[in-house]
């Protein structure tokens, strides 16, 4: 393209093999926000699969909604949207080339490009992956943030919007204005009821808009809920020597991840859709058993390890869990803390998904980062951990596992590992955070009030539960004495 900030696959050499699809000629039927890493390994491996599986004939225009990292997306367009996917298991590894994304656009300098996608009467997906801070949402109080300043400014300006939700709501009111038909919103993020969330958070700021258009999206658009799932490790150096070593080409956009890969998805889509079915995803009436097993137990367990482990000194998950002790404090989680929390509801093999935790944490293929699983933790904690919590404690139930992890956790939020050293921590509270620890040096209980006192965290609930003070207190007292 002309600007340089598209690219569709014309007729420039590909160092990768042949796809057995036109890739050329496939028409763009979804836009995807969001050029994670975690969205290239998943759910383009399913879409690349109903292309080469099943002649789908599924093109994808992805969007990369924020700044940074651009000198990755730029090759990403130079090499024609192609990119290395490695899978890895404890048996080996693979490797293939997935083609089947065929415009990529840097919003927003390509937005005429991109509302043109939104407008087109081939298009029937919007998906997404924003991370948690990215819906904008308070769980809490179940409505936007508006004190986010992005999410306000769209409000002033929603023809020019900023924030993910922004660029939703307007590309769903040009279709609204030109009487298109209604498509598919689906939220690939790892929050329990995304679809509902995402419905939720488009409603109200659509109703701010015009009430008519919020009539249509509720009768005209469908947001399918989704469990998403595959272990997707940052790339750093190691990795993209590793990838060049084994197809013997350098790509800047390669990922490598696990071999496993699970997809809960309600069948409730308003348009076409690939018969992912036929290609391993699991379509469900009801996805909240299974995101719920997922949030508690996988990622649950993976910021327990992250905050402990890292604690530690384990830098990696497989390090962390070849640790008798860190092991053991796991599998008891999963056993006495996660699986009691929802056994009372539902139904599902907590167990045997337990051991399959346990042989995927170990893979060593993967070097998935303590450090980086740490990351936002004031935002993902609230799914992964509070509400067993708080089905516990309505059990009568006790959980060690999580006290000890929330202590780790505050303490890793202070900034400053066991030994002193400066811990890079990446969080929306980041400041905050730092800030209690100055004023409560050294004094746990001072330093826990406070954080428990921030009830965007822990609700209003928790916040004053004297239960979880009472049981985290014992377990932070020694680490942040050690700062002293
Ligand atoms: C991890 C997840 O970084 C994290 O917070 O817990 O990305 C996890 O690897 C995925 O949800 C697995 O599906």
């Known amino acids: 393209m002309a600007d340089g900030l598209s690219a569709s696959p014309a007729a420039v050499t590909i160092r990768h093999p042949d796809f057995c699809y036109q890739r050329q000629t496939l028409p763009i039927r979804q836009i995807h926000l969001g050029f994670s890493a975690f969205f290239r390994a998943h759910l383009m491996s399913y879409i690349e699969d109903a292309n080469r599986y099943l002649a789908a004939g599924w093109g994808v225009a992805v969007v990369k909604t924020r700044a940074g990292n651009d000198s990755q997306f730029d090759s990403f367009i130079r090499q024609h949207c192609v990119y290395t996917l490695v899978e890895t298991s404890r048996q080996g590894e693979e490797w293939y080339a997935v083609g089947s994304v065929v415009e990529a656009i840097k919003y927003p300098q390509g937005q005429e490009r991109l509302w043109q ?26 409505c936007l943030d508006w004190d986010n300043a992005e999410l306000a400014a769209d409000l002033e300006q929603p023809g020019r919007p900023r924030s993910a939700i922004g660029i939703l709501v307007h590309g769903l009111y040009r279709r609204w204005q030109l009487r298109k038909r209604g498509i598919t919103l689906l939220s690939c993020d790892n929050l329990p009821g995304n679809g509902q969330v995402l419905k939720q958070a488009v409603i109200e700021f659509a109703e701010r808009i015009d009430k008519g258009f919020q009539h249509w999206i509720e009768q005209q658009v469908a947001f399918p809920d989704s469990m998403v799932d595959r272990i997707v490790p940052a790339m750093d150096e190691n990795g993209h020597r590793r990838v060049a070593g084994l197809t013997g080409y350098e790509d800047p956009a390669a990922i490598v991840c696990e071999k496993f890969r699970q ?16 290609v391993g995803a699991q379509m469900v009436s009801d996805v909240a058993p299974y995101g719920e097993m997922k949030l ?3 990622n649950g367990s993976h910021s327990l390890i992250a905050y402990t482990g890292y604690l530690e ?16 404090m796991v599998t008891d989680f999963w056993r006495n803390e996660a699986k009691p929390s929802m056994a009372r509801r539902h139904h599902l093999d907590y167990d045997r998904y337990a051991d399959s935790l346990a042989e995927r944490f170990v893979n060593p293929q993967l070097g998935h980062r303590t450090w980086q699983i740490a990351m936002d933790g004031s935002k993902k904690l609230p799914y992964r951990w509070l509400n067993t919590i708080r089905d516990l404690l309505e059990l009568g139930l006790p959980f060690p596992s999580l006290s000890r992890g929330i202590a780790c956790w505050i303490k890793y939020t202070g900034g400053y590992d066991l030994a002193g050293n400066e811990i890079d921590v990446r969080d929306p509270l980041r400041e905050k955070f730092a800030a209690i620890h100055r004023s409560y040096l050294g004094d746990g209980g001072g330093i826990l009030g406070k954080y428990l006192g921030l009830t965007e965290i822990f609700g209003d609930d928790l916040s004053s539960d004297p239960r979880l003070y009472q049981a985290v207190l014992p377990h932070l007292l020694p680490l942040v004495k050690q700062r002293l």
């Open 263 to 278: 997809w809960v998805v309600t069948d409730n889509f308003a348009a076409d859709r690939p018969a992912w079915e036929q």
């Open 313 to 328: 000194g384990k830098e990696t998950v497989d390090r962390a869990m070849e640790d008798p002790a860190l092991r053991k």
């Open 117 to 142: 996608l939104w407008e087109s009467d081939k298009l029937s997906i919007v998906s997404m992956t924003l991370t948690e801070k990215g819906y904008c949402y308070d769980l809490g109080n179940r």
């Open 296 to 298: 508690r137990m996988l």
